[in-house]
């Protein structure tokens, strides 16, 4: 599964932004999707999941509010919807895939991981 992430760039501090992780190479409806990020010398941070159907997701304490993740699963691509951002949101964020379909808040649970898309967040 080859994913690549998009949607990233500058927004002022209470903007939104929507990213995108569109599959190529496999369906994405059998797998759990997960997004998480990594900002400049910071370990990578889980941020969300979804489960294979889309009736289980999770979030971060630190996104829960402000950030959905959804996914159409006959478009191949999982979604993140990025409201009220915050300067601390700045990071660049990462798709990934799990193979288990459950969706995990566990990175390395994910078998495959798209190519990241910075979001600035400026104060």
């Known amino acids: 599964v080859q994913l690549q992430a998009s949607g990233g760039g500058l927004v002022q501090a209470g903007g939104s932004l929507r990213l995108s992780c569109a599959a190529s190479?496999?369906?994405?409806?059998?797998?759990?999707m997960g997004w998480f990020r990594q900002a400049p010398g910071k370990e990578r941070e889980f941020v969300t999941a979804i489960s294979w159907s889309g009736g289980s997701t999770y979030y971060a304490d630190s996104v829960k509010g402000r950030f959905t993740i959804s996914r159409d699963n006959a478009k191949n691509t999982v979604y993140l919807q990025m409201n009220s951002l915050k300067p601390e949101d700045t990071a660049v964020y990462y798709c990934?895939?799990?193979?288990?379909?459950?969706?995990?808040?566990?990175?390395?649970?994910?078998?495959?991981w798209g190519q990241g898309t910075q979001v600035t967040v400026s104060s």
């Open positions: 990934a895939a799990d193979s288990s379909g459950s969706g995990s808040m566990w990175y390395y649970e994910y078998d495959y």
């Open positions: 190479g496999r369906t994405l409806s059998t797998y759990g």
